[in-house]
């Protein structure tokens, strides 16, 4: 991880938002939810929500409850807009009236599969052969 920005209260979110600055986190949960490879994706920290985003694709995490009032009217319109929740609770809030069959579930532990599987680091390859090894 990088210089972690404090934006948000709960320090998982502001971990998250520097994880999502990672282009092969960003770029394979792109792909998870968009089955297209994306590059140069901009990460933009939002008040309820992170943005994460180029000219073909915009995904939106939603952190909190306030993003359908504040936030989603900005950018319902964007072509190929994937909204994105980590967490189960977000599909049953009672205030997300027009998103609640729109949001995307991701879980954390798949994303972090699909990164290790589409990483280009020789090191992290290495350390997923040594794990294997450990199978044989």
Partial sequence: MGNLEFIYRR?????????????????SLAYMVDFKEHKKLTVVPRRHSIEVSNDKITMVIVLLIGFELEEYDEI?????????????????????????????????????????????????????????????
């Fill in 11 to 27: 320090i998982n979110h502001s971990i998250l938002l520097d994880l999502l600055k990672n282009k092969d986190i960003n770029q």
């Fill in 76 to 136: 319902k319109s964007r072509t190929n807009l994937h909204i994105i929740a980590f967490d189960t609770i977000s599909k049953t809030v009672i205030e997300f009236k027009k998103i609640k069959k729109d949001i995307k579930e991701v879980d954390f532990m798949s994303l972090f599969f699909m990164t290790l599987a589409r990483t280009k680091s020789k090191k992290l390859h290495d350390l997923i052969h040594l794990r294997t090894l450990s199978k044989s």
